[in-house]
């Protein structure tokens, strides 16, 4: 081997950061016009020297290092856009350094071809620049232990005091990020959109909904939503527009309830903490929309498997849901064939559009002539001035962190109007005390610019009519007992309810249901239910103690000396009793 070539394996394996300064060290530049590897050689006299720059990408700047929630490692560039001339930030995926070299072409960037080039490259990227410590977060929403909120376009609203000291980055589902681009002024917003909800309780019920979204984790708070049914082009829909343009455009903000699961999960997870507007329902497949229903407002991704073994990160988020359509999700889902049980009832509210004014789904109309010319007026609006008060209240939440206590005062409040109620019903009518109160501080703190003293009154309004439409607002009871109605009304009186004593002459049916004993008046016969029927076509998908419980407390099933459900008949074994055909209440003139 010769001297020249025992010094070049030499520099091999001398590490650069141990070269006196004084020497020349081999080195990474980057300007404007690129990322270059300068060597450095040794001529023939022992003169050492820098070698021909080799250039190795476009401008790539390297200003930090980045760790996820779930613990994976990112470095933060920034590049220059090669149509926009504007610069960007972006953490790329330690991981993904070397192996994957789509995702910086896919920014617009040049990478150099050649194995030499790209292996500088690498090294470029993982170890040169800056390490300040960013926070990298796939989830939009309150961050950094609630002191900065996230939104689904990137943009990070710190406090006013604090908006140099935290660094982060979203590196999340980014397809809707053009709809929260804002538009338009806060006071604009105000004038145009937020004024027509004074007195109008659905307006109002909607734009609260989406205000109070970010204050479910604040408050410790379960997700959940509201559907508003109705006639067609009765202005739910204009209402729902002006809901979602607290957060930004609402046309590119809307959601088909016609998509696929995945993406459900992703756009939940990308609106974490936030507002889901849910549109068109009437086009979705009713199996589909209980399935959605319940993974999204659940809150939890879907387990999948990863690529390099294992499985994917799970992910999970709070957000209110919004949603439109032309019948209760009630009746939509069972009449197509799916269940909807009471928690999913509690969680996505069925309210009731029309408000009996005679003009849809409004109460007054604020000097416009037609249901209709309020709607039009609300969709050119929204269209133009959004996205101002969701930054407003944000704002708010982080200068002034006290006003949650405010929210949870006005909460109990408002609690305090309604009549008392327990289990899923509680649940909603909590749901409904977060709008109002939210929609009541959003109004003090000059947010929506509406008269304070009137959110109490409008929520209250949707929440009466709820209470009206689902009776005493115990739902899971209520479902339990039509179940068990609608079974009673189908079958108590056919041939699958054999009598007793049994004619000579009546066949067994192969459907045999229990057996149906006379009571002197039609209306209180006995009615001995088989056990098996009793679990499959009574109690369904609820717990038989349950099921029991509520139709014993609505006089219909009875006990077996007090304690037992069931009734011992000799030599056919036992039974659940029902005393008459109806339960008491529903014989009543």
């Known amino acids: 081997m010769n001297r020249n070539s025992n010094i070049a394996a030499a520099n091999d394996t001398i590490s650069i950061d141990t070269i006196p300064d004084s020497i020349l060290k081999p080195r990474y530049e980057c300007n404007n016009k690129g990322v270059f590897w300068i060597g450095v050689k040794t001529s023939r006299d022992g003169e050492v020297m820098e070698q021909e720059p080799i250039r190795l990408a476009d401008p790539i700047k390297l200003i930090g290092r980045g760790k996820d929630e779930t613990g994976n490692y990112y470095r933060i560039i920034q590049w220059r856009?090669?149509?926009?001339?504007?610069?960007?930030?972006?953490?790329?995926?330690?991981?993904?350094?070397?192996?994957?070299?789509?995702?910086?072409?896919?920014?617009?960037?040049?990478?150099?071809?050649?194995?030499?080039?790209?292996?500088?490259?690498?090294?470029?990227?993982?170890?040169?620049?800056?390490?300040?410590?960013?926070?990298?977060?796939?989830?939009?929403g309150w961050a950094a232990n609630n002191h900065a909120?996230?939104?689904?376009?990137?943009?990070?609203?710190?406090?006013?005091?604090?908006?140099?000291?935290?660094?982060?980055?979203?590196?999340?589902?980014?397809?809707?990020?053009?709809?929260?681009?804002?538009?338009?002024?806060?006071?604009?917003?105000?004038?145009?959109?937020?004024?027509?909800?004074?007195?109008?309780?659905?307006?109002?019920?909607?734009?609260?909904?989406?205000?109070?979204?970010?204050?479910?984790?604040?408050?410790?708070?379960?997700?959940?939503?509201?559907?508003?049914?109705?006639?067609?082009?009765?202005?739910?829909?204009?209402?729902?527009?002006?809901?979602?343009?607290?957060?930004?455009?609402?046309?590119?903000?809307?959601?088909?309830?016609?998509?696929?699961?995945?993406?459900?999960?992703?756009?939940?997870?990308?609106?974490?903490?936030?507002?889901?507007?849910?549109?068109?329902?009437?086009?979705?497949d009713p199996k589909q929309v209980a399935k959605t229903a319940y993974s999204i407002i659940n809150g939890v991704s879907k387990a999948q498997g990863a690529k390099d073994g294992g499985n994917r990160d799970i992910y999970r988020w709070k957000i209110l849901v919004l949603s439109t359509g032309e019948k209760p999700m009630d009746s939509y889902v069972t009449d197509g064939g799916a269940k909807w049980n009471a928690g999913q009832a509690a969680r996505l509210a069925s309210i009731p559009s029309y408000t009996g004014k005679g003009i849809g789904s409004y109460d007054t109309l604020h000097g416009m002539n037609t249901s209709n010319e309020l709607s039009q007026s609300l969709y050119t609006n929204t269209a133009q001035y959004h996205g101002m008060a969701g930054r407003a209240l944000i704002r708010l939440l982080l200068d002034q962190p006290s006003?949650?206590?405010?929210?949870?005062?006005?909460?109990?409040?408002?609690?305090?109007?309604?009549?008392?109620?327990?289990?899923?019903?509680?649940?909603?009518?909590?749901?409904?005390?977060?709008?109002?109160?939210?929609?009541?501080?959003?109004?003090?703190?000059?947010?929506?610019?509406?008269?304070?003293?009137?959110?109490?009154?409008?929520?209250?309004?949707?929440?009466?009519?709820w209470l009206a439409r689902t009776g005493i607002g115990k739902y899971e009871d209520q479902q339990i007992l039509e179940q068990a109605i609608n079974f009673a009304q189908q079958h108590?009186?056919?041939?699958?309810?054999?009598?007793?004593?049994?004619?000579?002459?009546?066949?067994?049916?192969?459907?045999?249901?229990?057996?149906?004993?006379?009571?002197?008046?039609?209306d209180e016969d006995l009615f001995y239910v088989l056990p098996a029927t009793f679990l499959d076509e009574i109690c369904q998908s609820f717990d038989k103690n349950k099921v029991c419980e509520v139709l014993f407390d609505a006089d219909w099933l009875k006990k077996a000396d007090g304690k037992r459900w069931q009734h011992k008949l000799w030599g056919k074994g036992r039974f659940y009793l029902f005393a008459g055909v109806l339960p008491p209440n529903e014989l009543q003139d």
Request: overall charge negative; glycine content about 8%.
């Open 81 to 140: 856009d090669g149509i926009s001339r504007q610069w960007q930030t972006l953490a790329i995926p330690m991981t993904e350094i070397g192996s994957n070299w789509h995702k910086l072409k896919s920014l617009g960037l040049s990478i150099m071809a050649g194995r030499r080039k790209r292996e500088l490259l690498e090294d470029y990227l993982q170890s040169e620049g800056s390490m300040t410590p960013y926070i990298i977060t796939a989830q939009a």
């Open 149 to 284: 909120y996230v939104l689904p376009n990137g943009e990070i609203i710190t406090a006013s005091n604090n908006a140099n000291a935290l660094r982060i980055i979203y590196n999340g589902d980014k397809s809707q990020a053009a709809a929260y681009t804002p538009a338009g002024t806060l006071e604009e917003w105000q004038q145009q959109i937020a004024s027509k909800a004074q007195n109008n309780s659905r307006l109002s019920l909607l734009i609260g909904t989406s205000l109070a979204a970010p204050l479910l984790p604040l408050l410790g708070m379960e997700a959940g939503g509201f559907h508003l049914f109705g006639d067609s082009k009765d202005g739910k829909t204009a209402s729902a527009f002006a809901a979602a343009s607290v957060w930004g455009n609402p046309e590119q903000l809307k959601v088909s309830w016609n998509g696929t699961s995945l993406a459900f999960q992703n756009i939940a997870n990308a609106s974490n903490h936030n507002l889901v507007y849910l549109d068109e329902i009437g086009e979705a």
């Open 403 to 465: 006003v949650i206590d405010e929210v949870k005062i006005l909460m109990d409040n408002f609690i305090r109007l309604l009549p008392n109620m327990d289990g899923q019903a509680h649940v909603v009518a909590l749901r409904f005390a977060l709008v109002a109160a939210t929609l009541e501080l959003s109004a003090q703190y000059g947010i929506t610019g509406l008269p304070t003293g009137n959110a109490f009154i409008t929520i209250k309004q949707c929440f009466d009519d």
């Open 492 to 522: 108590f009186h056919s041939q699958r309810f054999a009598l007793l004593p049994m004619p000579p002459s009546f066949p067994t049916p192969n459907d045999l249901a229990g057996y149906r004993k006379k009571n002197g008046n039609e």
